[in-house]
């Protein structure tokens, strides 16, 4: 019997997509792409229409002759990769090699690997798509340029072995950027009065002044506050009773999920699509063998196939109710329309609710699995309905308000709950013109806040929003800006690091129209149009090189070198007088004695939440008193930007400062015999134990939210 030859890129893809084909097909994965650009060369040819030297990957050579060889015994030759520019370009230049031995090839693509999807595709076979793949190189190309000339001037100027790219380094340009605002920012102010108030039934209504509308002060707080309690008078003057509705959100798109993912499941953007890929790839059904359990992980259209929309109808109606049925199915549109109908990330069959996957699916997998199945159902079903209510009352001529809300009809909140929904309760009966009693003002303190630092959701959202990156990138683009250590994350918030801060500040000054949001958001829709024909490959790459290259020349003189030439710190050295440096050595930042070499003075640096450079003494050989060693006086436990240190406590007048070491002293007190506790280092991180020892012998899980202070422990 004649059989076809059917090319995926990965192994599990292939088994999922062989049981549905059967015999006929022999189902092979190229692992990856087959081919990429030489490593030891740009692999661009800037002077001739930009054409890339593309070749098979070395360790890809044996595979290819292998496939070739398939290909030939081959009655038909499908390639079906993924449904998007990489998928396209791993197709691409199968079909090169193949085209060698005289083989033609059929393209398909398809959006979820299901029996019927997968045999639709054969069914439907397209030729290779230029466009697409053109996209593809241009953005291979752009980023090989940006990053093979840009990179090595960082290593000359910073460091050795730093990256720079076009996404990665705008996305850390956008959080130096946030640091800086939170360091220049100055809390203002600001007051709230809140009245308690009685019924005559002494049922309870908290109401808030809303004029006057701004309270700066505690004097102006209390004379509010007076004015309330002085009035003979306090009077409903108006009740307004609203319905509003709340509507579900659209499915899944790659964005959406990673940020769901990240703040309500805690999964890195890198983690959850892994995740993403391996329900996507197909998850053994126990006997049933291998199915593709949600569509293609990477999209930006929340668009819903009519198949998959009649059968999440059909289940809302029987399943759920069907009083949460909506008359016409909601419908959610793309942003664009990109020339690939994309889909939105959905079961591939929503009757397999996640209580019927529990036996196959792990933890991690089940948790993603349900966050998609949930929103999907939900994103068909009706908007809840509140009701809610606003109560105005006058307390002569203060103005205050108390609010109500009552769920009427819960809606897609029945399957996929986003935000407190506690009911607010007013007082039933409530009536225009009824008097009320004070039972007491509350004045309250605020002050202003900064604006916050991001987290992977708020900052996939800003880079979704301002345009820049695409679902194949956010995941790669946070993972790089880490590991490099541009960035730290502390406690779910991204901090930019000393060699961050210094990496973004060289390149936005000096790259400022191509490390720049508007461009870079540009340049991406340029491949979008690429991608539909719009615009070719070589007229997109000479706007690209022709700007590029004025600016990385003028860079080449213009970047300061931080190795040569290091900064002034605003410290001066304790042994000499001198202006301490920011130098950057093999291990890190530190301070060098700008006397070097006649005085070798160096400190370790931390910085505080304005920015300010704090230097962190070293630990003196028989220091473990938590005596200041400059003063005496106590030394305590501060939060620095970068993790806890030690602070001496005579604060101002003295500024020692070291290092958390073990056997410090916390302020936990022992709950068998009120000795402090001290900080241990055990075989699994740190733990707390009583200083008291041997006499006491307690200890207490580390809780206390330090690092662990033996170095590469956390
Ligand atoms: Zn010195
Ligand atoms: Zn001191
Ligand atoms: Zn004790
Ligand atoms: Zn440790």
């Given at each position: 019997?004649?059989?076809?030859?059917?090319?995926?890129?990965?192994?599990?893809?292939?088994?999922?997509?062989?049981?549905?084909?059967?015999?006929?097909?022999?189902?092979?994965?190229?692992?990856?792409?087959?081919?990429?650009?030489?490593?030891?060369?740009?692999?661009?040819?800037?002077?001739?229409?930009?054409?890339?030297?593309?070749?098979?990957?070395?360790?890809?050579?044996?595979?290819?002759?292998?496939?070739?060889?398939?290909?030939?015994?081959?009655?038909?030759?499908?390639?079906?990769?993924?449904?998007?520019?990489?998928?396209?370009?791993?197709?691409?230049?199968?079909?090169?090699?193949?085209?060698?031995?005289?083989?033609?090839?059929?393209?398909?693509?398809?959006?979820?690997?299901?029996?019927?999807?997968?045999?639709?595709?054969?069914?439907?076979?397209?030729?290779?798509?230029?466009?697409?793949?053109?996209a593809q190189m241009a953005r291979r190309a752009i980023d090989r340029i940006v990053g093979y000339t840009m990179s090595p001037l960082l290593w000359k100027r910073v460091k050795r072995g730093l990256s720079a790219g076009r996404v990665q380094s705008v996305a850390l340009s956008m959080i130096c950027a946030r640091e800086e605002e939170i360091e220049a920012f100055i809390p203002r102010e600001f007051w709230t009065v809140e009245a308690l108030l009685e019924t005559q039934n002494h049922e309870e209504i908290i109401a808030k002044v809303v004029k006057p509308k701004d309270i700066a002060t505690e004097i102006e707080a209390e004379d509010v506050?007076?004015?309330?309690?002085?009035?003979?008078?306090?009077?409903?003057?108006?009740?307004?009773?609203?319905?509003?509705?709340?509507?579900?959100?659209?499915?899944?798109?790659?964005?959406?999920?990673?940020?769901?993912?990240?703040?309500?499941?805690?999964?890195?953007?890198?983690?959850?699509?892994?995740?993403?890929?391996?329900?996507?790839?197909?998850?053994?059904?126990?006997?049933m063998g291998p199915e593709g359990l949600i569509t293609y992980m990477r999209t930006d259209s929340p668009v819903i196939s009519t198949n998959a929309m009649t059968a999440v109808r059909e289940f809302i109606q029987s399943s759920i109710g069907k009083e949460y049925l909506p008359d016409k199915p909601n419908v959610y549109k793309a942003k664009k329309t990109a020339q690939e109908a994309h889909e939105a990330i959905r079961p591939t069959d929503v009757h397999r609710t996640p209580d019927t996957l529990k036996d196959y699916l792990d933890n991690d997998q089940l948790r993603l699995y349900e966050l998609i199945w949930k929103r999907f159902v939900?994103?068909?079903?009706?908007?809840?309905?509140?009701?809610?209510?606003?109560?105005?009352?006058?307390?002569?001529?203060?103005?205050?308000?108390?609010?109500?809300?009552?769920?009427?009809?819960?809606?897609?909140?029945?399957?996929?709950?986003?935000?407190?929904?506690?009911?607010?309760?007013?007082?039933?009966?409530?009536?225009?013109?009824?008097?009320?009693?004070?039972?007491?003002?509350?004045?309250?303190?605020?002050?202003?806040?900064?604006?916050?630092?991001?987290?992977?959701?708020?900052?996939?959202?800003?880079?979704?929003?301002?345009?820049?990156?695409?679902?194949?990138?956010?995941?790669?683009?946070?993972?790089?800006?880490?590991?490099?250590?541009?960035?730290?994350?502390?406690?779910?918030?991204?901090?930019?690091?000393?060699?961050?801060?210094?990496?973004?500040?060289?390149?936005?000054?000096?790259?400022?129209?191509?490390?720049?949001?508007?461009?870079?958001?540009?340049?991406?829709?340029?491949?979008?149009?690429?991608?539909?024909?719009?615009?070719?490959?070589?007229?997109?790459?000479?706007?690209?090189?022709?700007?590029?290259?004025?600016?990385?020349?003028?860079?080449?003189?213009?970047?300061?070198?931080?190795?040569?030439?290091?900064?002034?710190?605003?410290?001066?050295?304790?042994?000499?007088?001198?202006?301490?440096?920011?130098?950057?050595?093999?291990?890190?930042?530190?301070?060098?004695?700008?006397?070097?070499?006649?005085?070798?003075?160096?400190?370790?640096?931390?910085?505080?939440?304005?920015?300010?450079?704090?230097?962190?003494?070293?630990?003196?050989?028989?220091?473990?008193?938590?005596?200041?060693?400059?003063?005496?006086?106590?030394?305590?436990?501060?939060?620095?930007?970068?993790?806890?240190?030690?602070?001496?406590?005579?604060?101002?007048?003295?500024?020692?400062?070291?290092?958390?070491?073990?056997?410090?002293?916390?302020?936990?007190?022992?709950?068998?015999?009120?000795?402090?506790?001290?900080?241990?280092?055990?075989?699994?991180?740190?733990?707390?134990?009583?200083?008291?020892?041997?006499?006491?012998?307690?200890?207490?899980?580390?809780?206390?939210?330090?690092?662990?202070?033996?170095?590469?422990?956390?």
């Amino acid at each position: 019997m004649a059989r076809s030859l059917m090319l995926v890129e990965s192994p599990t893809k292939a088994r999922t997509i062989k049981r549905y084909l059967g015999k006929r097909f022999d189902v092979e994965a190229t692992m990856g792409h087959i081919k990429d650009l030489p490593k030891t060369t740009i692999g661009v040819d800037l002077e001739n229409g930009f054409k890339l030297n593309y070749r098979v990957k070395p360790d890809k050579r044996d595979l290819v002759k292998r496939l070739k060889k398939l290909a030939n015994s081959a009655d038909e030759v499908y390639l079906a990769s993924d449904p998007d520019r990489e998928g396209e370009a791993i197709a691409w230049h199968v079909a090169e090699e193949l085209s060698k031995t005289g083989k033609k090839v059929r393209r398909i693509t398809f959006h979820e690997i299901t029996k019927n999807a997968i045999e639709e595709a054969v069914n439907n076979p397209r030729g290779l798509d230029s466009a697409l793949y053109n996209a593809q190189m241009a953005r291979r190309a752009i980023d090989r340029i940006v990053g093979y000339t840009m990179s090595p001037l960082l290593w000359k100027r910073v460091k050795r072995g730093l990256s720079a790219g076009r996404v990665q380094s705008v996305a850390l340009s956008m959080i130096c950027a946030r640091e800086e605002e939170i360091e220049a920012f100055i809390p203002r102010e600001f007051w709230t009065v809140e009245a308690l108030l009685e019924t005559q039934n002494h049922e309870e209504i908290i109401a808030k002044v809303v004029k006057p509308k701004d309270i700066a002060t505690e004097i102006e707080a209390e004379d509010v506050a007076r004015q309330i309690e002085s009035t003979p008078k306090i009077v409903i003057s108006g009740i307004v009773k609203r319905k509003k509705k709340r509507n579900p959100s659209p499915p899944f798109i790659t964005s959406t999920l990673q940020q769901e993912a990240s703040r309500r499941l805690m999964f890195s953007a890198k983690k959850t699509m892994v995740i993403a890929q391996q329900l996507y790839e197909g998850i053994q059904l126990g006997s049933m063998g291998p199915e593709g359990l949600i569509t293609y992980m990477r999209t930006d259209s929340p668009v819903i196939s009519t198949n998959a929309m009649t059968a999440v109808r059909e289940f809302i109606q029987s399943s759920i109710g069907k009083e949460y049925l909506p008359d016409k199915p909601n419908v959610y549109k793309a942003k664009k329309t990109a020339q690939e109908a994309h889909e939105a990330i959905r079961p591939t069959d929503v009757h397999r609710t996640p209580d019927t996957l529990k036996d196959y699916l792990d933890n991690d997998q089940l948790r993603l699995y349900e966050l998609i199945w949930k929103r999907f159902v939900a994103s068909q079903m009706k908007s809840a309905v509140f009701e809610q209510t606003t109560v105005d009352i006058d307390a002569s001529g203060v103005k205050l308000r108390a609010t109500g809300s009552v769920l009427l009809f819960d809606g897609y909140m029945k399957v996929y709950n986003s935000r407190d929904t506690k009911d607010k309760l007013l007082p039933k009966g409530l009536s225009k013109g009824q008097l009320l009693k004070l039972v007491e003002t509350r004045p309250e303190q605020h002050f202003t806040q900064p604006p916050a630092r991001y987290t992977e959701a708020t900052l996939i959202k800003e880079l979704e929003e301002k345009g820049i990156g695409r679902p194949s990138t956010y995941a790669p683009t946070i993972s790089t800006i880490q590991e490099r250590g541009y960035v730290k994350k502390d406690k779910g918030v991204f901090l930019p690091t000393e060699l961050g801060r210094d990496v973004s500040r060289l390149l936005v000054k000096n790259y400022p129209n191509i490390i720049n949001v508007g461009f870079t958001a540009r340049m991406e829709d340029t491949l979008d149009e690429i991608e539909e024909g719009k615009k070719t490959y070589v007229e997109s790459m000479e706007a690209f090189y022709s700007r590029y290259i004025k600016e990385h020349s003028k860079a080449e003189k213009e970047m300061e070198n931080l190795k040569t030439e290091p900064r002034p710190s605003g410290i001066k050295c304790d042994l000499c007088g001198r202006e301490m440096l920011i130098k950057i050595g093999r291990n890190g930042y530190f301070l060098g004695c700008s006397g070097y070499p006649e005085c070798r003075n160096t400190k370790d640096f931390t910085r505080d939440e304005k920015g300010n450079i704090v230097v962190i003494e070293p630990p003196k050989p028989d220091g473990d008193s938590l005596i200041c060693d400059k003063c005496g006086a106590p030394m305590v436990v501060k939060h620095g930007k970068y993790g806890p240190f030690l602070a001496c406590s005579n604060y101002p007048e003295c500024k020692n400062t070291r290092p958390i070491k073990t056997q410090d002293t916390t302020d936990k007190l022992c709950d068998k015999c009120g000795s402090p506790m001290v900080v241990k280092h055990g075989k699994y991180g740190p733990f707390l134990a009583c200083s008291n020892y041997p006499e006491c012998k307690n200890i207490m899980p580390y809780t206390i939210g330090l690092s662990c202070p033996v170095p590469g422990c956390n």
